[in-house]
């Protein structure tokens, strides 16, 4: 095949390097890169599933308001008659429980096995390929390199949290009237806690990867640290009788911070299967915090040795 | 004996030491552990297509590396296109394009969303990235492997696609590890008539290898290195300059009588038996008409007259002296 | 073994899914210095990775040293596999490492560690027998492999690639490791596409292209059949136009290409007549003549030559 | 010719298998095993010095076994489940696959290495807990008399070996068959050892948590005793257990020949390309 068909065309002029491009083009082709084969597609569409699932359900309660109004009486403690003797502060309370009991009881987990299968590979892979000299020959800093892989990640892992939780909100709006007013403001909050528990899980994961050359051992390091930090703090607590023993879950500080993004007061008006009042918002945020730093330590340090400034 | 294929005779040859130095390096020193990799390596290099000769392990990947920044040296200074390596490596980065030795990509991610991704990384914009990704994978002959794998390509079709990343940001200097390693000779000549080509386009370029056609086929200046040390530089002419003028002879035909006509001429001559091949001195300012008179006299054919031109190969052996393991 | 091909392959291919690593390949490969010549992506790698048995055919049958290597692992007592791949047990010393591939190979403790030692001196390695191999250069990972390969003194050594990436000085190393081997007997079989050490080693050829035969047979054999169908001679001289004409006139001379103002290739389909020609044609005309060189000798041009 | 004759049956295992612990004894990977092994005992000590006194018991008794038969799935998980697909991927399995020691004989040399490797790290696990729960206290960690406790440590090395050897052929023959073992390996670990475990009816047994947990009681309080408790026989003798168990591992074992058979050694996606 002829090689040299057209003469090699010089640029007429070069653009400066801006991080903001790197981190994009970084985001968008590792994410897809991510997204690669069925099983990480098919694991994103089963995650759909029970947002359907939950839609049907609220569609099916809403048809009698009683119904409604027993679960809302419930969940609040208190004892309204009809639909519009019910305050808006309710409507919006009751709302965000549904929110935060979908993502904590079904989506969490549907986040947490997808954050190792698009997270795992995303640092351990360049590093075992050499694939990492490509970047580090580019006019990129480490930052940029980190916050695109944090996009890469975190684009999947949001799509699983909001996009069935919304459409259960949607759903749930839709078919109660009255709520739909009180609980606008409730939209964006959830985008905002999606936001943070997937960027939090991302950067956790990322930190995990940049342990090794293998996908493999960050994949189970993730999954102890899950399942394992879970185990520990119920067998602690339960034989301690102690609550503080929580803290060790990283599951339980997750949850404890999504709370507080829905602004649900942990101490009197849930009953929901939530972490017993002693164990304060500070103390999860300090833990999550210093995993967090630790974690975008461990990948700067390996980034910086692969000399990214 | 390697033989000295021409792949684009008289392509203009500028001597290296002319224009301002594009990369200066004064004693540099890299040491891993024990391991020894550059000691004390201090050269300069003009404008155009410069050569790094050298055994594996001689330190030739080492000071590429240093020189993008990608090694701190443990000692010396030195500059790219004006940019210090001890400085912040952003802005040379912008201008330089890299070819690691190894095959450095994405395992799985399509070549034309590689290149335009690196693209992107140099500062592109993703549209234009997109169009210039497409425009270099042609140029280099990737036209047809363009949404395929990177990993599912040949030795030599990922070599290009690494080229193909060098360009796309339009660089001022390439650094070229290796180009043409694992790649048959069909795909070598063809890699060495790009090089050129982006030579003749006023791209100048560092090429480390251990492959000697490709120095003498594409670069002006060469600096042969062993060990982390560099041995001899100079342009590739003067190393390989033909002091004696001995030719290379082979005939059709029985041997004797033309031997016979060749001493009637004055003509001095080694026969190699192995190789089936005549080395013969042609006496002072004599025409090479006289081999010709010679065998036509003799009543033998002519197959092959060539003046033997001292390859580089021989100068780099001589160079490493000789030693039977140059490398650690 | 008396008979004569060590490997005979029967109508055998193997495909990737559906990119096709070899077609209906019928050889049979004698003793001796076997040359499996070829581009990127010819087949040389499926041929020796099916020769090892470590992929199974799709089709058609292979026999190395009269067994199936694929069902019967006693073959591997006589033969060692030097792979491509720059895999090695990093955390090993040489001799530790190919002493253990020779108790592997069935030899005892003893006669394992005794012929390690002898075959890493063959590979001249004696020197850093006892380093950790994970800061050793290419050159000389390889010869460890090789070192592996030997222990137990095969009959049949299979090389795959194994001067690509080194340079000059190891590659020399390697061949004339390779002649030594053939003289003593071991028939070595070996896959490169850098042709000028193929020609040097090799007394046998076997020529792939996209996974088809192209042709095989001794070195001379190959280039005798094809220089008598194609062969040209490259002239640098002073009004070339002037030999054009003279020449064009001969029935044996097939083509006339100018180059340059000063080149012309002229090809032949009788090298002999042409050659033995030309110095009184060229007295004849009485131009200064610069140079002529004859490109079809070497296999690069027979494979150029070929590939069209 | 120097070799006399392929090296028998047994001798390419234990080469095999020896290759297998040294390749992997010194890696970083132990570390993170090892420190996964501590958190029991560390469980332990810190129960018996936060809770009430007795609570060091029922942590023993009921609680441990569970945690002790989660972690050694992980554990094996961690080994078995890539050992053979890693010297596949780094391609040194060409140098065993190119001797005369045959392609059964490897694969169950991998199996029988980790194994050998993994087994003394559970048993530690498993002991090391017992004796920090019962140091200074009256010595039988929660059990009613030294013989009972003697029992208990018997049964938790037979369960150790158990998990080892059958958990290890399951994920070494996963490893093998398919491309995410890891992710796939954790999910079964849930799904199947977990979740099926604790399900009330005769389902529980096609989970081999609850055959090694039956391994375990009646000396250990295990979820099979609780539901038996409930009035629903359901636990399995201790003989019934360990047929299972070795039925089991007879399938796992067959199965992993028959995949080392017909397994390409080197991963088809790597085309003609070199």
Known sequence: MPILEQVYRRLDHHEPASSWRAVWAIGDQCGAMALKGWFPKGWLAVSQIPGLVVAVIIYVMTRNESTVLEVVNGMARTGYQSFNDVPGETWYRVASNLVYAMITIVQGWFATVGTAIYGARQVADDLRTSAFEVYVARPIWSRDYVIGKLIAVVKPLLFILIVPTGFCLLAANLFVPASAGPCLKLYPILIAAGIAYATLNAIVILGISSLGKSSRYATITWFVLYFLTMAVSVILTQSTGDSVWEIVSYRANLQVILASFLRLNPFENLDLEFPSPDHSLASSALIIGCLAALSLFLVLRRVRSGRLP | ?328 | MSEESIISAVGLSRSYGRVMGLTDLTVDIPTGVIGLLGPNGAGKSTLLRLMTGMIKPSLGTIRVLGQDPLSSPDLFRSMGFVSEDDALYESMTPHEMVSFLGRASGLSKSDAREAAHESIQKVSLEAVTNRRMRGFSKGMRQRVRIAAALVHEPRLLLLDEPMTGLDPVARRDIVSLIERLAAEGVSVVFSSHILHEVEAVANHVVMLHRGLLLAHGSIQHIRDCLSDYAFTLEIRMDRPRELAARLAREAYVTSLVFEGEDGIRVGTSSSKQLVTALPTVLLEIGAPVREIACPGENLEALFGRLLK | MKSAKRPSCLRSLFLVAGLVIREIAWTRRTLVAVLLLMVPSALALVIRSEAPPGTVDTYIQSIFPTLFVFISALIMLFFAGSIARDSMDDRTMTFLVTRPLGRVRIVLGFWLGTVVFATPLLWACGLGTMAVASAGLDGWAGFPNPEAAAEARWRIMLAGLAIAMLSGAYYTWMSLKLKHPTVLGVLSILAVDGALGSVQANARFAAPTSSFESLLSPIFQTRGTLISESDLDLTLTQGGALQLILIELVVMLILLAKSAQKHDYISSAATEGS
């Not at chain 2, 040379?92 to 991704?117: F, K, N, Q, T, W």
């Open chain 2, 1 to 328: 004996m390697i033989p000295t294929e021409t792949i684009s005779p008289g392509h203009p040859r500028t001597d290296p030491t002319s224009g301002p130095p594009i990369i200066t390096a004064e004693d540099l020193r890299v040491a891993f552990g024990r391991y020894v990799a550059l000691d004390g390596v201090t050269l300069k290099f003009g404008p155009g297509a410069h050569g790094l000769l050298g055994p594996n392990g001689a330190g030739k990947s080492t000071l590429v590396k240093v020189l993008l920044g990608l090694v701190r040296p443990d000692s010396g200074s030195g500059d790219v296109l004006g940019h210090s390596i001890h400085g912040r490596q952003t802005d040379l980065r912008h201008r330089v394009g890299y070819m690691p030795e190894r095959d450095a990509h994405v395992p799985g991610m399509l070549v034309i969303d590689y290149v335009s991704m690196m693209g992107r990384l140099s500062g592109l914009a993703k549209r234009p990235a997109e169009a210039r990704a497409h425009e270099v994978l042609t140029y280099v002959g990737l036209s047809g492997e363009r949404y395929r794998t990177v990993d599912s390509l040949s030795a030599g079709n990922r070599q290009r696609a690494k080229l193909a990343t060098a360009l796309v940001h339009d660089p001022d200097l390439l650094l070229l590890d290796e180009p043409t390693n694992g790649m048959d000779p069909v795909g070598r000549r063809e890699m060495l008539r790009l090089i050129v080509e982006l030579r003749r386009v006023g791209i100048s370029m560092l090429v480390s290898t251990h492959l000697l056609p490709d120095v003498q086929e594409v670069c002006d200046g060469v600096a042969i290195m062993a060990k982390g040390r560099v041995l001899r530089t100079g342009s590739v002419a003067s190393l390989t300059a033909n002091i004696d003028r001995n030719w290379k002879l082979q005939i059709v035909g029985d041997l004797g009588p033309f031997l016979a006509a060749l001493g009637a001429r004055g003509v001095k001559v080694a026969h190699d038996e192995t190789q089936g091949s005549l080395t013969a001195q042609l006496p002072e300012h004599a025409e090479p008409r006289l081999f010709i008179e010679a065998a036509a006299s003799a009543g033998v054919g002519l197959k092959e007259m060539r003046l033997g031109t001292r390859t580089l190969e021989e100068a780099f052996f001589e160079v490493i002296g000789e030693a039977p393991h140059a490398h650690s």
